[in-house]
């Protein structure tokens, strides 16, 4: 039987209709982007049952400019490995019309992890003040960035860059930042939030919405995506 060829895939996507980018239960009538990637995969007749290991968690209504996965496809005998061109392809056909869509893939070593060996993360939050409400924003900023309430209309772009984050990380610097500049908080009590190393005591009701937050990019040593001819053969 041929062998399994394992595979690094990056993929983006918007998040609003979807329960997260981790697969959900199938009945439930609200599925996760892991779903349709699996669903897209299984339709090349792979004669493995396909696990994609999503690299980076996002919740629903968060979305992703570039996050990854790594998966194994092992084709029928006599039949070649995808190559990554064709693998993008054919995956990027069988998920339509899903807001979803894979950027490239590379061949990896078997042993390849993709939550792993991740280097690092980059998160932006898009915010636009100047908004009371969301119905305010333009047709096409709609459940893309977070309306806050201010004089001027502009938009922001915070960007957070570590090897991994904690649930709700993002969201809760961010809504520490926008409630300083609100004055609903002083700086003082970001201080006193950092001391404490309890995410418990972080006020729930200055968390920033999902809407705004997008996975940038998940970075990779180069060496890690160069598979060696031994083990393409």
Same mark, same amino acid.
């Given at each position: %039987?041929?062998?399994?060829?394992?595979y690094?895939?990056? $993929?983006?996507?918007?998040?609003?209709?979807?329960?997260?980018? %981790?697969?959900s239960?199938?009945?439930?009538?609200?599925?996760?982007?892991q779903? +349709?990637?699996?669903?897209?995969?299984?339709?090349?007749r792979p004669v493995?049952?396909?696990?994609?290991s999503?690299?980076?968690?996002?919740?629903?209504g968060?979305h992703?400019?570039?996050?990854?996965a790594?998966?194994d496809?092992? =084709?029928k005998?006599?039949?070649p !490995? $995808?190559?990554?061109?064709?693998l993008?392809?054919?995956l990027?056909?069988?998920?339509?019309?899903?807001?979803?869509?894979?950027?490239?893939a590379?061949?990896?070593?078997?042993?390849f992890?993709?939550?792993?060996?991740?280097?690092s993360? &980059?998160y932006?939050?898009?915010l636009? &003040?100047?908004?009371?409400? =969301?119905?305010?924003?333009?047709?096409?900023e709609?459940?893309?960035?977070?309306p806050v309430?201010?004089?001027?209309?502009?938009f922001?772009?915070?960007?957070?860059k570590?090897?991994?984050?904690?649930?709700?990380?993002? =969201?809760?610097?961010?809504g520490?930042l926008?409630?300083?500049g609100?004055?609903?908080? %002083? !700086?003082?009590?970001i201080?006193?939030?950092?001391? %404490?190393?309890?995410s418990?005591?972080?006020p !729930?009701n200055i968390?920033?919405? !999902?809407?705004?937050?997008?996975?940038?990019?998940?970075? +990779?040593?180069?060496?890690?995506?160069e598979?060696?001819?031994s083990?393409i053969?």
């Amino acid at each position: %039987m041929a062998g399994k060829a394992r595979y690094l895939i990056f $993929f983006q996507y918007c998040g609003t209709r979807y329960s997260g980018v %981790m697969k959900s239960p199938s009945h439930q009538p609200i599925l996760g982007v892991q779903n +349709y990637l699996e669903n897209a995969v299984q339709k090349l007749r792979p004669v493995n049952e396909v696990d994609i290991s999503i690299s980076s968690r996002t919740d629903s209504g968060v979305h992703a400019l570039c996050n990854s996965a790594h998966l194994d496809i092992q =084709r029928k005998e006599g039949k070649p !490995p $995808f190559s990554a061109e064709l693998l993008v392809d054919a995956l990027n056909f069988h998920l339509k019309p899903e807001p979803i869509s894979v950027i490239k893939a590379f061949r990896v070593a078997d042993n390849f992890n993709a939550r792993f060996r991740a280097l690092s993360r &980059t998160y932006v939050y898009r915010l636009v &003040t100047g908004c009371w409400h =969301r119905s305010q924003l333009p047709v096409f900023e709609r459940n893309l960035c977070w309306p806050v309430h201010n004089i001027h209309l502009k938009f922001w772009e915070l960007t957070f860059k570590s090897r991994s984050f904690l649930y709700k990380q993002v =969201r809760r610097m961010t809504g520490a930042l926008v409630a300083v500049g609100q004055g609903k908080l %002083m !700086p003082r009590h970001i201080a006193d939030l950092l001391e %404490m190393r309890d995410s418990r005591a972080y006020p !729930p009701n200055i968390i920033a919405p !999902p809407d705004g937050l997008f996975l940038k990019n998940v970075e +990779y040593n180069t060496k890690d995506l160069e598979v060696e001819e031994s083990v393409i053969q």
